[in-house]
């Protein structure tokens, strides 16, 4: 069952029934969902994205996927999964235009990395980011993340491969 992390400001915890219109306001802002998966999608789409995160990735435990809250309000959307693409387990995060510019995207990411490490006990974490999303590879670089390589999407784009690797210094942000 995902746990709820805290950190300095947020907290993450698993979404709840009541979420949806958050979840789908946050994934409908295209300044959002731009740098999300295959990109913005429909409505309906992200409304049964959210219902398949209750029937099917709560209930079969897949992986952990977490609203993000600061004083209550949700914030943002993070999840730490393993995926095929990169041969391990990759962070992904998101957050509503209004909470960039504080660093919380650097507290969300930070946790769930440790998280990893803590308690999935992984060594490598990875990150796939489209290589036009300068602040998500800014943000990456400056927690310890390092370019891997390159994929070429179907469409022509390119998709930097990321990954930070378990060192010794690693403190966890979540025993604060």
Same mark, same amino acid.
């Given at each position: ?102 660093? &919380?995207?650097?507290?969300?990411? #930070? ?6 490490? /803590?308690?999935?006990?992984? *060594?490598? $974490?990875? !990150? ?11 943000? &990456?670089?400056?927690?310890?993340? #390092? ?6 999407? /179907?469409?022509?784009?390119? *998709?930097? $491969?990321? !990954? ?13």
């Amino acid at each position: 069952m995902t746990p709820t992390l805290r950190t300095e400001r947020l907290l993450l915890e698993p979404y709840i029934p009541e979420d949806e219109e958050d979840f789908v306001a946050l994934f409908q802002d295209t300044r959002v969902s731009q740098w999300m998966g295959d990109g913005p999608a429909s409505e309906a789409a992200d409304r049964a994205l959210f219902g398949r995160i209750f029937t099917k990735v709560y209930a079969q435990e897949l992986f952990d996927v977490w609203a993000v809250r600061r004083d209550g309000l949700l914030v943002g959307h993070a999840e730490i999964k393993p995926t095929d693409v990169v041969g391990g387990h990759e962070i992904i995060y998101a957050l509503a235009p209004a909470a960039w510019g504080f660093g &919380l995207g650097t507290e969300v990411a #930070e946790a769930i990395v440790a998280y990893g490490f /803590d308690i999935l006990g992984l *060594t490598k $974490v990875y !990150a796939t980011v489209a290589a036009p999303n300068k602040a998500s590879l800014t943000l &990456l670089d400056g927690i310890g993340f #390092e370019h891997v390589r390159d994929i070429t999407e /179907d469409d022509g784009s390119t *998709t930097r $491969v990321l !990954a930070r690797h378990l060192a010794a210094s690693d403190k966890s942000p979540l025993a604060r």
